[in-house]
């Protein structure tokens, strides 16, 4: 991730650089926009935040240049309660205040650090200018297609949790049929190998020991 | 796939959170920790004292009011319209163009094909299709490049490296036809459609 950052901060945010290798769009960058989350929704809460307390500070200091009563609070009063501040309020409220400002502040100063990666796949296409990502629930579905196949029971009996590294399969046999982790194995793992994900996962299959009657 | 600064988001997200958290701790400080209230009291109060000083040497000829209140009204507007600036940035990027490029050919001259081209060509090929719930083709302009996104919705059970490979080859198609090979990213995403959607049963 940091290596991308760098990338970007070097082609510079929102110009239009000159396109590199040619007519041709750095995929790379493209997929990275893709398979990570926008922070845009949160920018624009952000800006709309600042906006507010500006907007307010502006209304205070125009009124107070041109010499009229403040509108909330006199800049002045304000200024000699927050020197005072621990006197004034009480702890309680000033804690709990607090409390919330630090809250709201972690939560942007998080959403800038944290790598924000959504829970998709690339998929490796041969084709340099064509880019594939899939959704992690679109592979479980399909995995959960051929484990059923291999396993022969019905869909309900099978569950697929795809994660970034790892693809973990749970099925529950019909009882008194028996089902060799084996072949799940291998089906499972033919097809994810045929879909060439980048990173590629690795399989755990779990079969239950209750089995389901009647299924 | 859109133009959205996202280096300056993360740092402009980072700065204003990394101040609310700082503000934040410092009233829980303040409010249970007695000793960081006298060091506020100090550290405070001669700010205040200094600041109170420039008010003073910056006032009109003859009238109580400081002119630093003015530049501050104005600093405001500006820090608002910045704002302004940087919420316009988020998500843009969408065009309308496919290829627009000179040709010197036996009648030179401006080509340009309109995005509606693909987008139509590509949702009318796949619209047919019982293994997709829904797909969209959106043009875009990656740094000066026009792009296509297609967004894919299958079904249950669709094996999604089959269908990345059929619709790649529809690509192809329409690049012959374009004459010019568009840089594309197929999205093979789940929604509300398909996961309320029956699971295709004959593939």
């Known amino acids: 991730m940091s290596h991308k950052l760098v990338d970007e901060l070097l082609a510079g945010p929102g110009e239009a650089a000159p396109p590199p290798n040619g007519r041709q769009p750095d995929m790379r960058r493209v997929v990275h926009r893709e398979t990570h989350s926008s922070r845009a929704a949160v920018s624009v809460v952000a800006a709309v935040l600042v906006m507010g307390l500006a907007a307010y500070g502006l209304l205070e200091s125009a009124v107070h240049a041109i010499g009229q009563p403040a509108w909330l609070i006199e800049p002045q009063l304000a200024a000699e309660r927050i020197v005072a501040l621990p006197a004034g309020l009480s702890p309680l409220l000033l804690g709990a205040g607090g409390a919330v400002i630090a809250m709201v502040g972690l939560f942007f100063l998080l959403n800038a650090v944290l790598p924000g990666r959504r829970a998709r796949h690339v998929l490796n296409s041969g084709n340099p200018s064509t880019a594939v990502v899939v959704d992690d629930e679109v592979i479980a579905s ?20 795809v994660s970034r590294r790892q693809v973990i399969v749970n099925v529950r046999p019909t009882s008194g049929v028996p089902v060799t982790e084996q072949a799940v194995l291998a089906a499972v793992e033919k097809e994810l190998s045929e879909m060439s994900l980048d990173p590629q996962p690795e399989v755990r299959v779990t079969i239950s020991t209750a089995g389901v009657i009647g299924a | 796939m859109t133009s959205t600064p996202s280096f300056l988001n993360r740092i402009l997200i980072g700065i204003l959170g990394a101040k609310l958290l700082a503000v934040g701790i410092l009233l829980v ?23 109170n000083q420039v008010f003073d040497g910056t006032r009109f000829p003859g009238r109580p009011e400081s002119w630093l209140w003015i530049m501050m009204a104005i600093a405001l507007v500006i820090l608002i319209g910045l704002m302004v600036a940087w919420i316009a940035q988020q998500g843009k990027g969408r065009s309308n163009l496919l290829v627009a490029e000179f040709d010197p050919g036996a009648v030179p001259g401006d080509v340009r094909i309109s995005g509606g081209v693909a987008e139509q060509a590509l949702k009318h090929a796949l619209a047919e299709r019982p293994d997709l719930a829904g797909a969209t083709v959106a043009t875009y302009d990656v740094r000066g490049i026009p792009a296509l996104k297609i967004r894919l919705q299958p079904r249950h059970g669709v094996a999604p490296h089959l269908l990345a490979a059929e619709v790649t080859d529809l690509v192809a198609a329409l690049d012959a036809v374009v004459g010019k090979p568009t840089p594309v990213l197929i999205h093979i995403g789940a929604g509300a459609r398909t996961r309320f959607s029956r699971a295709e049963r004959v593939r």
């Open chain 1, 142 to 161: 399909a995995l959960a297609r051929s484990a059923r196949v291999a396993a022969n029971v019905t869909p309900e009996q099978v569950m697929v949790v």
């Open chain 2, 29 to 51: 400080l303040l409010a249970t920790v007695p000793a960081v209230g006298t060091w506020w009291h100090t550290w405070s109060g001669a700010a205040w004292r200094g600041l």
